[in-house]
């Protein structure tokens, strides 16, 4: 069974200020997919990154950078320099591969609040 | 513009009505979900369709009945509602294939009185 855990449940940061989200998981499948997704307060699901289990590249997009370690079953998630705008609940979700038709098993979802 | 688009947005109704929301997805994607978010923000995966065939059902009652008339659309209806429907549904689309994102409409949220 595929399971994720997000354990932090709010972060308040002041704006400037990086936050990490931490996301653990637990599979059985040898190749799996790992996702973010933002829910800003208007209630969307905003798609951020994917990552496959066999590609341990961490990546940097503009303010948004990703750290993936099969070691710890990690794929957290850092905003540098926070703004406002990034307030939002975050979700980290999970699709292994014997799910070959993609369902995904999401954290429970971790609120970024941005004071300015 | 290319998206996943739900109707309604907001749905209010009493206990025991029957309501449907409807999904359209123009992406040209071939495998479309229902998802539904509870008041605690938790997602959990409903149905799910490929070219017009169930291929995911999890544990819901069976008063959810979905509904794919094509690739590009894909209908919930819910029959009996209670007041532990409310929630809000989200329609999601992707393109089969290992991985691939899944790109979600705005949501519908459901209001059981």
């Known amino acids: ?19 990490t989200l931490d996301c653990v998981y637990e599979t059985r499948d040898t190749t799996y997919y790992l996702f973010w997704y933002k829910q800003p307060p208007s209630g969307e ?41 990034d307030s939002a609940v975050y979700f980290c979700a999970l699709s292994g591969i014997t799910d070959s038709w993609g369902k995904l ?12 | ?23 359209e997805q123009n992406l040209g994607h071939d495998t479309m979900y229902w998802y539904k978010q509870d008041s605690k923000k938790f997602l959990k995966i409903m149905f799910s369709y490929n070219n017009k065939e169930l291929i995911i059902n999890e544990t819901v009652p069976n008063r959810f009945s979905p509904k794919s008339p094509d690739k590009a659309h894909l209908n919930l209806h819910i029959n009996s509602l209670e007041l532990g429907d409310s929630a809000v549904y989200f329609c999601a689309s992707r393109k089969s294939g290992r991985g691939s994102e899944q790109f979600f409409g705005p949501g519908t949220r459901l209001t059981v009185l």
């Open chain 1, 45 to 85: 699901l905003v798609f951020l990154i994917r990552r496959n289990s066999f590609d341990e590249q961490n990546e940097i997009s503009g303010r948004y950078s990703w750290n993936f370690q099969k070691s710890t079953s990690s794929f957290n998630f850092t905003i540098t320099a926070s703004q406002v705008v």
């Open chain 1, 1 to 19: 069974a595929q399971k994720v855990t997000q354990a932090q449940t709010e972060i308040s940061v002041v704006e400037k200020e990086d936050v």
């Open chain 2, 1 to 23: 513009d290319t998206a996943v688009s739900q109707t309604p947005k907001y749905l209010v109704t009493q206990m025991g009505n029957d309501k449907s929301i409807k999904c």
């Open chain 1, 105 to 116: 098993q999401f954290g429970a979802g971790t609120q970024v609040v941005v004071t300015p």
